[in-house]
């Protein structure tokens, strides 16, 4: 840049803190980790996390595993774990934080703050006003009521 007598300098750069894309506890590592071990030998390479299209509210999460990344699919690794999560996905989950809970009701908990709303059955869920959902993907898949 110059200023008014033309004089060059480095103006200052902005940064900004992008926030991690998921992030896993220690017990939902650990929980990913033991399921893994169980798999047969190259069958869970990595775990997939996903948003898709479904459920009550639009999105629905889908976790599983796979044998590895796919083009274009961001690789992470967190506690001890290959982590994937494909392009369309990306920008619904970043920040996303995922637990393990014991008890009762025993799963892993998606704490997620891209979430405007979501279905009753925690199953699925809404973002902000603008985000556009895919067609065809309202309705209960998951056997939940409205």
């Not at 047969?40 to 996903?50: F, H, N, Q, W």
């Not at 920040?95 to 009753?120: K, M, Y």
Request: glycine share 14%.
């Amino acid at each position: 840049m110059s200023d008014r007598r033309g004089r060059c300098y480095d103006a200052p750069v902005a940064t900004v803190e992008q926030p991690t894309l998921v992030t896993l506890t220690e017990s939902a590592a650990a929980k990913i980790r033991d399921l893994m071990a169980e798999e047969p030998e190259g069958e869970a390479a990595v775990l997939r996390i996903a948003v898709q299209g479904g459920g009550c509210s639009g999105f629905q999460y889908a976790l599983g595993f796979d044998r590895g990344a796919q083009e274009g699919d961001n690789e992470l690794h967190v506690g001890g774990v290959e982590v994937v999560v494909d392009p369309f996905s990306a920008p619904y989950l970043a920040g996303t934080e995922i637990d393990w809970v014991e008890g009762l009701q025993a799963g892993f908990a998606i704490n997620n703050p891209n979430v405007s709303a979501s279905c009753g059955c925690g199953h699925s869920f809404q973002v902000e006003e603008g985000e556009e959902v895919p067609e065809g993907t309202a309705g209960c898949g998951s056997g939940c009521s409205h």
